[in-house]
């Protein structure tokens, strides 16, 4: 693996980590998840004053479901997957510790824009060695939302969010829709094919945001956290 580019950027690319058949497993129990155990969820906060028009804002909802593993044997095998652990390993040391999945699935034609942020303050930890897995059971692009990362930004440490709506309700964490320290939102597009298989790692600490520009069909990412 490209350990240095990591540590230079703060995530990586990593191919081949589960097998066509695999992943076409996975990708099968994912259906039969959303249908059955999923829930609507909605990111929250004043960023959606400045991304939504009022008459969309009510209309945005996600699919959501955590811990996947406990509904489904193929995506308890995933998170234990050798080659995932091994990848892990790398990067963590030998002592690799699962914190959690999450799946959110984005409504078809609409999308489900969330601003610029660190994962850092959804689940704080106690030093750096976190890493978050996104497992991309669908294709990506600029044109249906591909996540976009800014290189090098978790070197800046965690980061002051807002967590709190106008009326001072509890909100999803996220930074200012204005330009953020450490660069503006310009992030690096990441773009994925399901056929490569490619399994983005990047560190909780790093800015990231789904890119915006165009409505996005429906796609599933799963996030396993450790």
């Known amino acids: 693996m490209q350990v240095d580019f990591y540590r230079e950027n703060g995530y990586l690319r990593v191919p081949a980590v589960f097998s066509p058949e695999e992943m076409d497993e996975l990708a099968e129990d994912l ?4 249908q059955d155990w999923s829930f609507e969820a909605a990111w929250t906060g004043p960023w959606r004053d400045a991304y939504l028009d009022r008459g969309l ?7 959501a479901l955590h811990d996947l593993q406990l509904y489904s044997a193929a995506w308890a095998r995933a998170i234990v997957h050798p080659r995932l652990a091994a990848a892990l390993g790398t990067l963590l040391g030998p002592a690799v510790e ?7 699935v984005k409504p078809p034609e609409r999308g489900a824009p969330f601003p610029m942020h660190q994962d ?3 689940y704080p930890h106690a030093d750096d060695r976190y890493v978050d897995v996104l497992l991309h059971l669908d294709d990506t692009s600029h044109d249906n939302g591909e996540i976009r990362l800014l290189a090098g930004s ?11 709506d106008s009326d001072g309700h509890p909100c999803h964490p996220h930074l ?27 560190h909780s600490r790093v800015l990231h945001e789904p890119h915006r520009s165009a409505p996005a069909p429906g796609q599933d990412g799963i996030s396993p956290s450790g």
């Open 31 to 34: 259906d039969r998840l959303i």
């Open 57 to 63: 804002a009510g209309t945005i909802k996600l699919s």
């Open 98 to 104: 699962f914190h959690h999945t999450t799946m959110h």
């Open 120 to 122: 850092y303050p959804f």
């Open 154 to 164: 978790y070197k800046g440490g965690p980061l002051e969010h807002i967590v709190q």
């Open 176 to 202: 200012p829709t204005d330009p953020v320290p450490a660069g503006g939102h310009s992030g690096s597009p990441c773009p994925a094919r399901r056929r490569r298989l490619l399994q983005h790692q990047h």
